[in-house]
């Protein structure tokens, strides 16, 4: 049979990052553990109809999974089922009020499945599995009841509160400000300088993802990984392509192209730790005085230095576990390229909603030099109609499925119980598309929630001068693009700042004119986060300069 499920795998690559997730888990707990009996009180999740013996439900949850998911959905109507995926079940969860509820008891799940797909994508070393494992202290200030691992070895709190500080709040300004320096750098000089020239590109994707890349890098680890490997985007964007089937833990030969992109990206990260080294060692004075600051070309931002203080006091931390936790770091940020792609391509290609976003973002703007316009980042961020734009594009493009495990007892959603080491799954693909949350528009003017509509999350109110404001009321518990709970991505306003600016500084000061307005989604990334983006985009760049 293993060989079976192995031919199968192959044969069908569309298998989603979080399937790949379930599926290394597996790979890791194939034997299952004997469960506590669940209270009376509590329901059993219901079992999906039509499973094969030994596959279970696996071949229609990999190879379509959207569909697969819809139809569940609608049938049962939203509640709770068990799937089972080879020999491990999952539980279900694609109703918003019950994703809620998992949401709402965070400090009583742990998030260990989706560590598992961390450890085979990134290729991080054993002996650091086993002590990420050994830490069940959780993620919060105060360790679990019954834990007894040393302060500084509680890795799972310490990533994750380093990630919160320095990502929100006050301590994020820093690092967005260099970031939209960045950005802006780099688009003065992608253009013709001439207004009435067209610089041609082939691929809007390509051309996106490039320069968010070098400038949300820059941002958080300095020039040093491009001074070490110029062409540290395009290996890196050539080992994105291949997460999907690095996430599914299976042996190097069977997908060798996508071991060896990761490998030139690891080798490029590894090489910058060994010079990092060596210049502590070499100027020790120096380096701590580097470390004192919020940045430095050499050893990068604030929150970057803070975690490599962190490692070194560590008892297990290697420097091919910090090139691995480093590289997984970059990788977070791909999921802001997706959808800052998605977010351009849906203004430039409506000549209307085109004609708002300049109109609205020209209240904000600051003109720089030689006639290359800027914003006011805080402000750009608070219009309306540009707050519209971004929580559309999420609800559209965002296919999350985030992986929960009770980690001490049994656990009650909504009167559904699911027993310690379970696994659930919640889907946020039928909660974006549930027409009892979301503003569909109008009987004259209907708004499919297949479609991307600009205005979704405009109300009519007298506060706003434009006599409209932004809201998620009563979409608030179904828009969930960046998860839920103590462990929501802490990096979610950093993202909006990048999707933002990038959109703003782009279409504000080029004409962005696409060969074709259709785009081809990746499904391979359901899942993953954002939809991936298929094939090229060619357009033509001209500058809008007023000098």
């Not at 598992?116 to 993620?139: C, L, M, R």
């Not at 931002?301 to 691995?324: P, Q, T």
């Not at 929630?449 to 600009?454: G, M, Q, R, S, Y």
Request: aromatic share 12%; with cysteine.
């Amino acid at each position: 049979m293993g060989h079976a499920v192995l031919d199968w795998m192959v044969l069908h690559p569309a298998i989603s990052t979080s399937v790949a997730a379930i599926s290394v888990y597996i790979l890791f707990n194939y034997v299952r553990q004997k469960h506590q009996p669940v209270l009376s009180s509590l329901k059993r999740p219901i079992n999906a109809p039509n499973k094969l013996p030994l596959l279970g439900h696996t071949i229609p949850f990999t190879l379509d999974t959207p569909n697969f998911t819809t139809m569940l959905t609608k049938r049962f109507h939203g509640i709770p089922l068990r799937l089972r995926l080879l020999a491990t079940d999952i539980v279900y969860l694609t109703s918003s009020e019950h994703v809620a509820a998992l949401f709402r008891q965070s400090s009583e799940v742990t998030n260990r499945p989706y560590r598992k797909w961390v450890n085979s994508t990134f290729s991080v070393p054993k002996e650091f599995q086993n002590f990420f494992y050994a830490d069940t202290t959780g993620i919060s200030r105060t360790p679990l009841p019954g834990t007894d691992t040393k302060p500084e070895n509680r890795v799972e709190y310490i990533m994750h509160s380093l990630l919160v500080e320095f990502l929100t709040g006050s301590r994020l300004q820093a690092l967005a400000a260099r970031f939209t320096l960045n950005m802006e750098d780099r688009l003065r000089k992608c253009g013709s300088v001439d207004a009435d020239a067209d610089t041609e590109h082939d691929c809007l994707y390509r051309f996106v993802k490039h320069s968010i890349f070098h400038s949300s890098v820059k941002a958080l680890f300095g020039t040093g990984l491009f001074d070490i490997d110029p062409e540290f985007s395009t290996r890196f964007w050539d080992f994105e392509m291949g997460v999907p089937e690095l996430g599914k833990g299976l042996p190097r030969f069977v997908y060798p192209s996508q071991h060896r992109a990761r490998d030139a990206c690891l080798e490029t990260v590894r090489a910058w730790h060994e010079n990092l080294d060596k210049k502590r060692t070499a100027d020790p004075d120096l380096a701590a005085r580097l470390s004192q600051q919020d940045y430095d070309d050499t050893f990068g931002s604030c929150i970057v230095k803070k975690r490599h203080a962190a490692f070194s006091r560590m008892d297990v931390m290697s420097i091919d576990v910090r090139a691995a936790e480093d590289f997984a770091l970059i990788w977070g940020n791909a999921n802001t390229t997706h959808a800052t792609f998605w977010l351009i391509h849906a203004i430039v290609r409506s000549s209307s909603t085109l004609e708002r976003f300049r109109f609205e973002i020209q209240k904000v703007e600051v003109r720089g030099e030689g006639g290359f316009t800027t914003y006011d980042v805080d402000a750009l961020c608070a219009i309306p109609f540009v707050q519209s734009l971004y929580a559309e594009t999420l609800r559209l493009y965002v296919c999350n499925i985030i992986l929960r495990t009770p980690h001490s007892r049994t656990l009650s959603i909504d009167g559904w119980g699911v027993q310690k080491g379970e696994i659930v799954a919640a889907v946020t693909y039928p909660m974006h598309r549930d027409s009892s949350r979301f503003n569909t528009g109008s009987e004259k003017d209907p708004r499919p929630l297949d479609e991307f509509w600009a205005e979704r999350f405009l109300v009519k109110s007298g506060v706003d001068r434009d006599g409209v404001e932004f809201s998620l009321k009563g979409s608030e518990d179904a828009w969930f693009p960046y998860g839920g709970g103590s462990s929501i991505c802490p990096g979610r306003f950093f993202a909006k700042q990048e999707m933002l600016v990038t959109a703003a500084l782009l279409i504000g000061n080029y004409d962005v004119v696409l060969a074709s307005k259709e785009v081809e989604i990746d499904w391979r990334y359901f899942g993953t986060g954002v939809l991936g983006v298929k094939g090229k985009q060619p357009f033509q760049l001209r500058s809008r300069a007023r000098l």
